[in-house]
């Protein structure tokens, strides 16, 4: 159990599951909501943008940063188990809190994640710092990311404990917004062939997408602060934001490209990479829809665009391929995975499908036990790998 992805690939694998398991039952079983210590939505949204990602993204960070600065990589040893798990703790606290109505419960496992993300970063931003290391404005970002991240969760926490339901969901936002999408823009910038000119990154087409990115981000928030914007504002954004989403796609299908998008990883990546630009389309579209009279036309398809298209798609393959070239796997993107990318797309379809469907409340169960399942695929073949030692490396074909 020699790398540092094992124990927090293995604890976001876990609240993975719990936070999809739970979704799903609600839908399925017509739970009451009113039940619950926050509405079901609002705890459906943090599970899924401040859950099991920002666990993934702080296994991943652990074990390419330091690659990415010429140093060491730290072993996956007694601490990061034990900080990782702590993680899985205070999600479940969190989660049962939450259910029955135990506010106290619920905050405190809130503030858990936040106290194991801030450690991670602390611990990058000390690599960045090393004598030695080399410089990458990549690493620095993915730490950054990660204070965001617990920033985010910790302000959640102190949401849920003093009552402030708005304060706890624009928390969530900023996590997804500017936490989330933003360390999977750095990732998707140094570790695939997109977002590249001449073969080489450009930081010029970087700042574009990041841009885009806090442009959603503060159009969130004065939605969500009750101040939308003017008809002048939409305009612009939306021209803005089409325009982004034109140029992410003219990227996505590049000619240079065509030999990349065959192999199967990058295949998979490309799927990500296609759902971004269709995100920034639909949001364009919703905010040319507001500007003429008709708020909320889209509902919360563009947003499910990017975090289970786009955020989804791009997870599942770069976890799965870490996950399968560090157990000695020869073939990292094999049938299973593909099949599981498959019910992914499927099930971003279906809950896109929900928003414009008059049999939305079957739709949505459809999709919840479609990810719910996803999530039980995932474990049932990944989690005894992270949870076993390294093999030698054989063919899977």
């Known amino acids: 159990m020699a790398s540092a992805h094992r124990p927090f690939f293995s604890a976001a694998a876990a609240v993975w599951l719990g936070a999809a398991g739970l979704w799903a039952w609600q839908l399925l079983s017509a739970a009451p909501q009113a039940a619950l210590l926050l509405p079901a939505g609002l705890l459906h949204g943090w599970s899924m943008s401040l859950g099991f990602m920002p666990l993934f993204i702080a296994g991943f960070a652990l074990t390419t940063v330091p690659r990415w600065l010429g140093l060491p990589m730290p072993p996956a040893g007694a601490v990061f188990w034990r900080s990782a798990w702590l993680a899985v703790l205070g999600w479940a606290l969190l989660l049962v809190g939450a259910a029955m109505g135990w506010r106290g419960t619920a905050a405190l496992g809130a503030a858990?994640?936040?106290?194991?993300?801030?450690?991670?970063?602390?611990?990058?931003?000390?690599?960045?710092r090393r004598l030695g290391a080399r410089h990458s404005g990549h690493a620095r970002g993915l730490a950054l990311g990660l204070l965001v991240l617990a920033l985010c969760q910790a302000l959640a926490a102190l949401a849920l404990l003093g009552e402030q339901v708005l304060l706890l969901r624009l928390a969530v936002h900023a996590g997804l917004n500017l936490g989330v999408a933003g360390v999977f823009a750095l990732a998707l910038q140094r570790?695939?062939?997109?977002?590249?000119?001449?073969?080489?990154?450009?930081?010029?087409?970087?700042?574009?997408?990041?841009?885009?990115?806090a442009l959603r981000a503060a159009l969130d928030f004065a939605t969500l602060l009750a101040y939308p914007p003017s008809a002048l504002v939409a305009w612009t954004s939306a021209a803005a934001l089409l325009g982004l989403g034109i140029w992410l796609w003219r990227d996505a299908w590049a000619p240079e490209l065509a030999a990349a998008r065959r192999t199967p990883l990058v295949a998979q990546l490309h799927l990500g990479y296609l759902w971004l630009g269709l995100s920034?389309?639909?949001?364009?579209?919703?905010?040319?829809?507001?500007?003429?009279?008709?708020p909320g036309w889209l509902g919360l398809a563009p947003q499910?665009?990017?975090?289970?298209?786009?955020?989804?798609?791009?997870?599942?393959a770069m976890v799965s391929r870490v996950s399968a070239v560090q157990q000695g796997r020869s073939v990292a993107v094999d049938r299973p995975l593909w099949v599981m990318q498959a019910l992914l797309q499927a099930t971003t379809l279906i809950r896109l499908a929900a928003d414009f469907s008059t049999h939305r409340?079957?739709?949505?169960?459809?999709?919840?036990?479609?990810?719910?399942?996803?999530?039980?695929?995932?474990?049932?073949?990944?989690?005894?790998w992270l949870l076993s030692p390294i093999q030698t490396k054989r063919s899977n074909r």
């Open 304 to 316: 499910h665009a990017v975090s289970l298209g786009f955020m989804g798609s791009t997870l599942l």
């Open 191 to 213: 570790l695939t062939p997109f977002l590249h000119q001449d073969g080489r990154r450009q930081a010029l087409l970087l700042i574009a997408l990041l841009s885009g990115l």
């Open 112 to 128: 858990m994640p936040a106290l194991v993300l801030g450690d991670v970063s602390r611990r990058l931003w000390a690599d960045c």
């Open 361 to 384: 409340g079957l739709l949505l169960a459809l999709a919840g036990a479609g990810f719910a399942l996803l999530a039980l695929s995932w474990n049932c073949r990944y989690l005894p």
């Open 280 to 294: 920034f389309l639909l949001d364009a579209a919703a905010l040319a829809a507001a500007a003429s009279g008709h």
